[in-house]
């Protein structure tokens, strides 16, 4: 199945400052998610992806699908201490299922 | 709106015990459901998935096992739990035209086997 790998595998933010991961994937996908989860919760729709080359907005995230159809953006900007926890992107498995596959996750932390 | 349920939140299960872990989803109708768990700083393994009652699809080999008696209720059961069966465990919904793969997530149970 595909591969998605997601970086940085962890990041300190301070509050105020913008930041960045991204998702790369071993095969093309026509759909990129972005899903936050807080701890102990289950996660949550951030963004959805459908086109190469769309930006989407949610507030202070904006995700873009890559051109190449094998990569995605999230940009955090003006962090705030709720931006922490763990995000994950996330893509179809196949094309004729309803399967997805997800990244390992990028953890958010506050820098002390 | 949609609301996903699942209880219990949280549970503590000796080794060899039975498990039952039930998943609602309301308001939509004949939803794809999914279960996958989460080891402790880890990603989302999925373990089953069904597209209608009774038909369930396994993807990792393990002694769990699901079922679907009705339409918007999915079940995760185990007869003998063993110590690696611990961990947080998560039901998602999805809409069924293939057009969407948006999967929305339950609040979670935590699974600790002792």
């Known amino acids: 199945g595909q591969q998605l790998n997601q970086s940085p595998q962890s990041m300190f933010i301070q509050e105020g400052e913008d930041v960045s991961m991204n998702c790369t994937s071993s095969?093309?996908?026509?759909?990129w998610l972005w899903y936050k989860q807080d701890p102990g919760e289950g996660p949550v729709l951030l963004i959805a992806?459908?086109?190469?080359?769309e930006l989407t907005s949610n507030g202070r995230l904006t995700a873009q699908f890559g051109i190449t159809r094998k990569d995605s953006f999230l940009n955090i900007s003006a962090s705030i201490p709720s931006d922490v926890g763990i995000y994950f992107c996330?893509?179809?498995?196949?094309?004729?299922?309803?399967?997805?596959?997800f990244g390992a996750g990028t953890t958010v932390t506050v820098r002390a | 709106s949609q609301t996903i349920h699942q209880w219990p939140a949280t549970l503590v299960q000796p080794v060899g015990s039975p498990l039952s872990l039930e998943c609602t989803v309301e308001?939509?109708?004949?939803?794809?459901l999914y279960w996958y768990r989460q080891a402790a700083g880890r990603g989302l393994q999925l373990l089953f998935y069904?597209?209608?009652?009774?038909?369930i699809s396994s993807e990792v080999p393990q002694n769990l096992s699901a079922s679907r008696p009705q339409d918007r209720q999915f079940i995760l059961s185990s007869k003998k739990l063993l110590l690696s069966d611990s961990g947080f465990y998560l039901c998602?919904?999805?809409?069924?035209?293939?057009?969407?793969?948006?999967?929305?997530f339950g609040p979670g149970t935590r699974l600790t086997v002792t």
């Open positions: 308001g939509t109708s004949n939803p794809n």
């Open positions: 095969s093309i996908f026509n759909t």
């Open positions: 998602a919904w999805s809409d069924d035209t293939r057009s969407s793969y948006e999967q929305y």
């Open positions: 992806l459908y086109k190469a080359g």
């Open positions: 996330a893509g179809p498995l196949g094309s004729n299922d309803y399967k997805l596959s």
């Open positions: 069904s597209v209608g009652i009774g038909q």
